[in-house]
Structures are given as structure tokens and as C-alpha cells.
């Protein structure tokens, strides 16, 4: 089983910065890719970013340019930096990671993210 804890959300001025860290246990070693979806009240869970273990990354066409996937896989944890952080994007941003094996999706609790001045 694996588990998923995100940290670092909270309020940021529009513009400002805001850096998610999330931590994997359990059976980390066939998590790939990792990565962070976010929802808004009424819209569909989106992808934000993704990444494999060797590195490759994937982000939506919104948030290129302004966000940051890494991770690092002997402490088994994804971070996502983002940046300029737009007024529409408030939402709770989910830790997501998928079994390579079987495919089976995990997804954290989600923490928020508010965007606000």
C-alpha cells in the first residue's frame, strides 16, 4: 500500500509563489510517474504536473513556464514550484502517483491553495 501526504499550501498574493512538497510511503518503489493534479469548487480534476523516476517531465500548457516539477527518488518525495500564481487558479492540489506495475492511481488528501490579495 502506499500513502501520499501533501504540505505547503496556504493563501498567496496573485503573483506570488507557493512551493507543494509531497511525501510517499509504503511501496514507493513502483510509483511512476508522480505527480500533482489540482480541483476547483465545480470544475474537473486537472493535471498540473508529472514526472518519472528518471526525470521526465510533463505540465500542462497553463502552468508552463511557471511551475516546477522535481523530485527526489532516494527520499521518495515530489515537489511542485510554482510561481506568478494566477487568480483562477485556487484549488486544492492533490499528490497523485500510479503503480507501474498494475497502473492503480494513489492520490494524497489534497491541500489547498488560495489565491487571493
Known amino acids: 500500500q502506499v500513502q501520499l501526504v501533501e504540505s505547503g499550501g496556504g493563501l498567496v498574493q496573485p503573483g506570488g509563489s507557493l512551493r507543494l512538497s509531497c511525501a510517499a510511503s509504503g511501496s514507493t518503489i513502483t510509483l511512476n510517474p508522480m505527480g500533482w493534479y489540482r480541483q476547483a469548487p465545480g470544475k474537473e480534476r486537472e493535471l498540473v504536473a508529472t514526472?518519472?523516476?528518471?526525470?521526465?517531465?510533463n505540465y500542462a500548457d497553463s502552468v508552463k513556464g511557471r511551475v516546477t516539477i522535481s523530485r527526489d527518488n532516494a527520499k521518495n518525495t515530489v515537489t511542485l514550484q510554482m510561481n506568478s500564481l494566477k487568480p483562477e487558479e485556487p484549488a486544492v492540489y492533490y499528490c497523485?502517483?500510479?503503480?507501474?506495475?498494475?497502473?492503480?492511481?494513489?492520490w494524497g488528501r489534497g491541500t489547498q491553495v488560495t489565491v487571493s490579495s
Open positions: 497523485n502517483a500510479v503503480n507501474v506495475w498494475s497502473r492503480v492511481n494513489y
Open positions: 514526472i518519472t523516476s528518471g526525470g521526465s517531465t
